[in-house]
């Protein structure tokens, strides 16, 4: 079979996939389609961590299983050679006597790494490996940097001015009503993104300037951890991120026990490398992904220790002569993309993404 048509199965793997992002954790997002005769016979995506994977549901979903035999089976990510809370996938596709299995990228878990491969050639099977590799790794980006890196995947997001400030001065904030640098379309964006992720961090003066709840209220979807950087413990216990709604996990230079429902304390040294605590905290609770929203203190932090992944920069059309300075990055710029106000307003937000690859 020709590599071009391996290609466009595997994007329709990779389309089903992108199904479970943000459903999934701590697994890997996958896709999986089975083909016969050049015709889609069979498909699915892993929905949740504990149920069902891909090959599973796609598996399930062929009609008439005598087909299975001449069939190939196309996957975006290896399939599993080990128990885990459900079966062996290489075990059931040597069960239904599938002969063909296409592989967009080798599992890079330790439990896996060219096993669930392995396994399938000593059965008779011919795997074909490396179909739109990159794509496939693209796709589970949050996975394989918690398994290579031993730390999650670190995204930054800000809203900066024109003129490259992040928050007015306080003679301003005095003066004025309060003024969003974002507009309402790139607040929903933003409510979208916490619902892909594990986790969102700010830092004290972040918490304690907006009183963020950190939730996803303006989009369909999970609420991440809420993770606060409070050395001093100087944010008011009367501040949303104590609601008791979303487990919340509080950095702080001294040892103290929660009266509150949903929060945790976590003793860290701020002697030492937060950032690099911090992440090193998070990957021992298995936590793949954070979103890291601010304030320019704890970003720049994360990017002085070269410790993310991407960011997602909002700039609006004002500008606030003085204030505090949003963080500096020099690195590759990815695409921008032109947010548009909504009907009746003047602010228009122009994203632009960086990546540190």
């Not at 595997?10 to 050049?38: D, F, H, W």
């Not at 890291?292 to 720049?300: A, D, F, S, V």
Request: glycine share 6%; proline share 4%; aromatic share 10%.
């Amino acid at each position: 079979m020709q590599k071009s048509t391996h290609k466009f199965y595997m994007r329709r793997c990779l389309q089903l996939a992108s199904k479970g992002l943000g459903l999934t954790y701590p697994n890997p997002m996958v896709g999986c389609v089975i083909v016969y005769e050049g015709k889609i016979i069979g498909e699915g995506w892993h929905q949740k961590a504990g149920e069902a994977h891909a090959e599973v549901n796609a598996i399930n979903s062929v009609k008439d299983k005598s087909l299975l035999p001449e069939s190939t089976m196309y996957v975006s990510l290896e399939p599993c050679s080990h128990y885990g809370k459900t079966p062996p996938c290489t075990d059931l596709i040597v069960k239904m006597n599938i002969k063909n299995v296409v592989i967009g990228t080798i599992d890079f878990n330790s439990e896996v790494h060219g096993k669930g491969i392995e396994h399938l050639q000593k059965k008779g099977c011919n795997v074909t490996v490396g179909i739109l590799e990159k794509k496939c790794r693209t796709m589970n980006k949050r996975f394989f940097t918690f398994h290579q890196k031993k730390r999650p995947y670190i995204i930054l997001k800000w809203a900066e001015t024109k003129d490259g400030f992040i928050f007015p001065e306080k003679e301003i904030i005095k003066n004025r009503k309060p003024i969003w640098i974002s507009n309402t379309y790139s607040l929903q964006q933003v409510h979208k993104w916490r619902t892909e992720e594990q986790s969102i961090l700010v830092g004290t003066s972040t918490a304690i300037a907006d009183n963020p709840k950190l939730d996803a209220r303006n989009y369909f979807g999970r609420n991440p951890l809420r993770l606060v950087i409070d050395k001093d413990l100087k944010i008011d216990d009367h501040f949303n991120l104590f609601n008791g709604k979303i487990k919340t996990i509080i950095f702080t230079q001294n040892k103290t026990n929660s009266n509150f429902k949903n929060v945790v304390y976590k003793s860290i040294d701020f002697t030492k490398n937060v950032a690099k605590q911090i992440c090193n905290y998070l990957y021992d609770i298995k936590i793949q992904s954070v979103i890291i929203e601010g304030g320019t203190k704890t970003l720049q932090s994360f990017i002085d220790e070269n410790l993310w992944d991407e960011a997602r920069v909002f700039t609006g059309d004002h500008f606030f002569k003085k204030g505090i300075k949003s963080p500096e990055i020099i690195k590759k710029r990815v695409h921008t993309t032109e947010i548009p106000s909504p009907k009746g307003l003047m602010n228009k937000n122009i994203l632009t993404i960086f990546s540190n690859d």
